[in-house]
């Protein structure tokens, strides 16, 4: 395949790849042979990712978790080149969480070569804070290693056979896939401050119903609801990896209000912050502060 790769951060146990496709005609690649365990976060383009008995469409949301050993080819299917961020783990640290995950049907079954899952706001954020970081340098090996632990049980814990989204249809994607890429990025940029759905409308160039319906049809929930679940997973993070007050945190966070972020807090997390700070804090590095 016709692309460009940089390791951008590299591990005892992984590498973190950035992928761009410099295709830009609907073609099928060679066959390409999988050389480690993987998984991958498509940011840009579509492209259908072609192993054994299925095709992965893969877009914006999807995450793709490939095993080593197999063939697969890649037929792109968006004039946007594809832009992909890649985990890319050692055989022996893969080998470990074979042993770990041993009940999942995904890595026991042998026609089984890759599968394809959605994203969730957590996901998502998880991602883009690895990418903030390694673009800053603003973390610790540890702290790295972290989030990149977290991606792999919240990744692995929800691994499914693939079964494509009908709703996101060719059409759809054809003149949509820009605005709900284009959605995240603002979201992702700007979810410490108020933001309406006007202003995420506006940045996507599309009428405020418009816009609404097609990020919940890529999306499987609200503008709404994922900026909630960026904000407390940030907020989630800063009470396990820092000394920051709870009402700092919750401010910090996105939330216009103490009370407000304690009653949303304990909705998703059945406990406030300042018990799960008490029940999870502690086992890692604590700093005294949290880098902008």
Not at 23 to 49: A, L, M
Not at 180 to 208: G, N, V, W
Not at 215 to 243: D, I, N, V, W, Y
Request: charged letters at 20%; a positive charge.
């Amino acid at each position: 395949m016709d692309a460009d790769i940089h390791l951008l951060y590299g591990s005892g146990f992984y590498r973190i790849l950035n992928f761009k496709c410099r295709c830009r005609d609907c073609c099928t690649s060679g066959p390409e042979y999988s050389k480690s365990f993987s998984i991958s976060f498509v940011r840009k383009g579509n492209f259908i990712f072609n192993v054994f008995r299925h095709a992965l469409d893969s877009y914006t949301g999807c995450v793709l978790v490939t095993k080593p050993g197999y063939e697969r080819t890649v037929t792109h299917a968006h004039s946007i080149p594809d832009e992909c961020t890649i985990l890319d783990f050692k055989n022996d640290f893969y080998a470990a969480l074979k042993q770990q995950y041993a009940g999942v049907k995904f890595f026991t079954d042998e026609d089984l070569h890759s599968t394809l899952i959605k994203t969730t706001a957590e996901t998502e954020w998880l991602h883009f804070s690895l990418l903030q970081h390694i673009q800053h340098q603003t973390e610790s090996r540890l702290y790295m290693d972290t989030i990149v632990m977290q991606i792999i049980r919240r990744v692995l814990e929800h691994l499914t056979v693939y079964k494509p989204d009908e709703r996101v249809h060719a059409q759809l994607k054809k003149n949509h896939l820009t605005t709900i890429e284009r959605a995240k990025e603002y979201m992702m940029q700007q979810f410490t401050s108020d933001i309406s759905l006007t202003d995420l409308s506006k940045h996507c160039h599309i009428s405020p119903f418009h816009f609404s319906r097609i990020f919940s049809t890529f999306t499987r929930t609200s503008p709404h609801r994922f900026l909630l679940g960026l904000r407390l997973k940030h907020a989630e993070m800063l009470l396990q990896h820092t000394r920051l007050p709870v009402g700092d945190i919750g401010f910090s966070s996105g939330f216009n209000s103490i009370e407000h972020f304690s009653a949303a807090f304990k909705s998703r997390y059945t406990c406030s912050p300042a018990k799960f700070r008490e029940l999870h804090q502690g086992h890692l590095l604590i700093k005294d502060h949290y880098p902008e």
